[in-house]
């Protein structure tokens, strides 16, 4: 039952997705930086390694966005040799772009979906479980033609097994666009 509910949840984004037939802007996006452990995580784990990349599509409002995403991330688990945790999974989401059309500007998201906590080891085995994950962020994006570069700091976080598995991401990336009006 837990599963299906969080495959509902990473799902339902996509429903409201407007179809690339109804002339709206189209987007892909990938990104990796930084990510920096917090709460229980934030206690055993090192920083490390966040990748995303997703695709967005132009809502039916002004300045707003609806996307979906993918990530991936490793930490090491600080005073051990070699184990790691690799948190990923699916997102989808809205953003909001403050910035006027094809100028450089600020924009903010809030997103949820699934978050897979895998931890690694040579010592104890593999593990992993899942959960209802959540996020949000803000970044600084620079458009030049149809391509665009942007900066951005995320929280992302998710309760599994009663502890919290959560990050801050600090990245750079490249968004293309294509399709649309």
């Known amino acids: 039952m837990k599963k299906a509910l969080l495959a509902l949840v990473v799902l339902l984004p996509s429903l409201a997705l407007p179809s690339p037939t109804q002339g709206s802007a189209q987007g892909v996006y990938i990104g990796a930086g930084l990510s920096i452990p917090t709460g229980d995580y934030g206690d055993y784990h090192d920083n490390g390694f966040l990748g995303v990349g997703g695709i967005s599509f132009d809502a039916p409002m002004e300045g707003f966005s609806i996307f979906g995403e993918g990530f991936w991330g490793r930490n090491s688990i600080t005073d051990t040799d070699g184990d790691v945790t690799n948190p990923y999974g699916l997102m989808g989401g809205l953003l909001y772009d403050f910035s006027e059309e094809d100028s450089p ?16 080891s040579d010592e104890f085995g593999d593990e992993s479980d899942s959960g209802f994950g959540y996020g949000g962020g803000a970044g600084f994006s620079f458009p030049m033609e149809e391509v665009s570069f942007w900066v951005e700091g995320r929280y992302m976080g998710a309760s599994i097994d009663g502890e919290t598995t959560s990050f801050i991401g600090l990245m750079a990336g ?3 666009s294509f399709g649309g009006e």
């Open 105 to 120: 500007g600020f924009y903010a998201f809030g997103q949820a979906g699934l978050m897979v906590h895998r931890y690694s």
């Open 174 to 176: 490249i968004s293309m």
